[in-house]
């Protein structure tokens, strides 16, 4: 009976400790940590639906996020092949790449 009365305060810890802060995605935590949307140069990988996604390589890490429109829809503009990257996406990084 105790048990059942404990399992809204436990539904609560587990939702406060859910809220939990983590990294700062808003930065390259690397080496040469940047901001990501100015310190890093970014270029489009389009995948194999067609669809458009800004990429950068600086080395060690890499940066991958959807192209999306005003309205949060994916862009599939056309500017590569599927499957190629294109752009300038590994300057701006004095890490080299291995790969």
Known sequence: ???????????????LAACEVGPDK??????D??????????GVWVDPDGC????ADNGVEGHLATR???????VCSGVAP???ATGPFKEGSNV???M
């Open 68 to 74: 999306l429109d005003a309205y949060g829809k994916p």
């Open 1 to 15: 009976m105790k048990l059942v009365k404990a399992l809204p305060l436990l539904a609560a810890v587990g939702a």
């Open 52 to 55: 458009d996604h800004w990429i």
């Open 82 to 84: 599927p499957t190629v």
């Open 26 to 31: 808003t930065r390259d935590n690397y080496i």
């Open 33 to 42: 940590s940047k901001d990501i949307s100015t310190g890093l140069v970014w």
């Open 96 to 98: 080299p790449d291995l």
